[in-house]
């Protein structure tokens, strides 16, 4: 069956310092979303990738979908600690949609 | 306002009771879902439903049942079968359940079982 693995499970990184977490599946997606939850918070929607190659920014946030559309990647620049809480991508799984493992990401001042 | 409230935020129940968590949304949304989130954990889902009157099991359903008898509403009720029920819940709706629409999500309620 479909596997869909997020890398890595926690990242801690120096305010400033680049951040970058993965969601690499097994088999062909057709589209992948990314989520942001902040501590004691609900998951809010980012960005959806749907075309294959696609690249998405969003201010210091860039977001990419491999070419086989089996890979995603969020890439955070220059951290502030308002990027502090857990990082998801969500994929449709045979009709369920499934979350990936998440990153959590701290961020110290 | 638009939007998708659950209640209420914390519950707590006896070990052995039955529980049920409430989740209404009016945005008009055809798609409901339930997650479990454990502390550090990621988002699994318990079920999904697709249209009303109609509800899938999620990949960790034991335990748990639903009922979607109204559009707006698809309540989670936490079984005295369910093993280990003290988690925070999440309920979520999009338009459509074709995976390629945004899900928005409620509060979340955090039960524990004592």
């Known amino acids: 069956g479909q596997q869909v693995m997020q890398i890595p499970q926690y990242q801690h990184v120096q305010e400033g310092e680049d951040f970058t977490t993965y969601c690499n599946s097994s088999t062909t997606l057709s589209n992948i979303q990314w989520y942001k939850q902040r501590p004691g918070g609900h998951p809010v929607f980012l960005i959806q990738?749907?075309?294959?190659?696609e690249v998405k920014k969003q201010k210091r946030l860039t977001f990419q979908f491999g070419e086989a559309k089996k890979n995603s990647s969020l890439h955070i620049t220059a951290t502030q600690t308002t990027d502090v809480g857990t990082y998801f991508c969500r994929y449709n799984q045979g009709g369920k949609l499934i979350f990936g493992q998440g990153t959590e990401l701290s961020v110290k001042p | 306002d638009g939007g998708i409230t659950q209640s209420p935020k914390y519950l707590f129940r006896k070990e052995g009771q039955n529980v049920t968590l409430s989740c209404e949304q009016n945005?008009?949304?055809?798609?409901m879902y339930w997650y479990r989130q454990d502390p550090g954990q990621g988002l699994r889902l318990i079920y999904y439903s697709q249209i009303v009157n109609d509800f899938q099991k999620g990949d960790i359903a034991e335990g748990y049942s639903v009922s979607r008898e109204k559009k707006e509403s698809f309540p989670l009720t936490v079984t005295s079968a369910q093993k280990n029920p003290t988690a925070f819940y999440l309920c979520?709706?999009?338009?459509?359940?074709?995976?390629?629409?945004?899900?928005?999500f409620g509060q979340g309620t955090r039960l524990t079982v004592v």
């Open positions: 979520a709706s999009s338009i459509t359940a074709t995976g390629n629409t945004e899900a928005f």
């Open positions: 945005l008009n949304h055809d798609a």
């Open positions: 990738l749907v075309k294959s190659g």
